[in-house]
C-alpha cells in the first residue's frame, strides 16, 4: 500500500502570500491531520478532518484553514504568510478502528520557507 | 490536556551499547502511548504503539518500550544501537475516548539519539 503523500515537498514564499499544501492519505483512511514542526515549538497540533468535516482544531491562529474532499485527501492553506510560519508541515492519516487508537502514519512533510 | 515529557535531549551512545530513552506523560484519561522516529529530512515513522494488554511493546528494528501507568512512564529501550539508529526519536499521547481529542498526538519535544563508532 502506498504511504501518505504530500505535495509540494519544498516551498518558498514571501511575506504576506498565501500557501495551499496537500495530503494525500494512506487508501482507506478518512482521518487526516496537520502539524507544524518547528525548532523552537516542537510538534504542534493544526487540526483533523474526518469524511470531510474538521473535528478537531488546535490553537492556530484563523489564517490557517484546511479541508477535506470525498476522497479524503486534505488540503491546508495559510493566508498572509508570516515569517514564523517558516516550518515543517507533517499529515499524517489514520484508519479510525475502535481500539486501534487511531495510530497516525506519517508522510514525509512539506517544508515552507517564507522570507 | 495531556503532555509530554522527554527528560533527555540528547543522548550520546556507543555502538552496539544499550540505550534507553525517557518519557513520561501527564492526563487526566487514558490515553494511548506511541514512540515515533524521524531520520533528518523525512517524516515521522511509527516505532511502536501502546494500546492495551501487555505493557512490554516491543516494535520494529529491535525497539521495545515498557509502559508504567504508576510512574505515567513509557520509556523506549534497544538492548544494542546501530550507527544507522541515529536520529531523533518522539513520544506521543493520544486520548482513549474522542472528543476533543480527535486526531490529535501531543508530542514530547524529542530526543536526538547520536551513535557514535
Known amino acids: 500500500k502506498a504511504g501518505v503523500t504530500q505535495t509540494p515537498r519544498y516551498l518558498i514564499k514571501t511575506r504576506g502570500q498565501q500557501v495551499t499544501l496537500s495530503c494525500s492519505p494512506i487508501?482507506?483512511?478518512?482521518?487526516v491531520s496537520w502539524y507544524q514542526q518547528t525548532p523552537g515549538q516542537g510538534l504542534q497540533f493544526l487540526f483533523e478532518y474526518f469524511s470531510e468535516t474538521q473535528r478537531n482544531k488546535g490553537n492556530f491562529p484563523g489564517r490557517f484553514s484546511g479541508r477535506q474532499f470525498s476522497n479524503s485527501r486534505s488540503e491546508m492553506n495559510v493566508s498572509t504568510l508570516e515569517l514564523g510560519d517558516s516550518a515543517l508541515y507533517l499529515c499524517?492519516?489514520?484508519?479510525?478502528?475502535?481500539?486501534?487508537?487511531?495510530?497516525?502514519?506519517f508522510g514525509p512533510g512539506t517544508r515552507l520557507l517564507v522570507l | 490536556a495531556q503532555s509530554v515529557t522527554q527528560l533527555d535531549s540528547q543522548v550520546p551512545v556507543f555502538e552496539e551499547a544499550p540505550v534507553e530513552l525517557r518519557c513520561n506523560y501527564s492526563s487526566s484519561v487514558s490515553v494511548y502511548l506511541f514512540w515515533y522516529v524521524q531520520y533528518p529530512n523525512q517524516g515521522l515513522q511509527l516505532l511502536l504503539k501502546y494500546l492495551s494488554g501487555s505493557t512490554l511493546v516491543k516494535g520494529i528494528n529491535g525497539f521495545e518500550a515498557e509502559f508504567n501507568k504508576s510512574q505515567t512512564s513509557f520509556h523506549l529501550r534497544k538492548p544494542s544501537v546501530h550507527i544507522s539508529d541515529t536520529a531523533e526519536y518522539f513520544c506521543?499521547?493520544?486520548?482513549?475516548?474522542?472528543?476533543?481529542?480527535?486526531?490529535?498526538?501531543?508530542f514530547g519535544q524529542g530526543t536526538i539519539l547520536t551513535v557514535h563508532p
Open positions: 506521543a499521547v493520544s486520548e482513549r475516548a474522542g472528543g476533543t481529542s480527535y486526531g490529535k498526538l501531543t
Open positions: 487508501s482507506g483512511h478518512r482521518s
Open positions: 499524517a492519516s489514520s484508519l479510525v478502528v475502535a481500539g486501534s487508537g487511531e495510530t497516525q502514519y
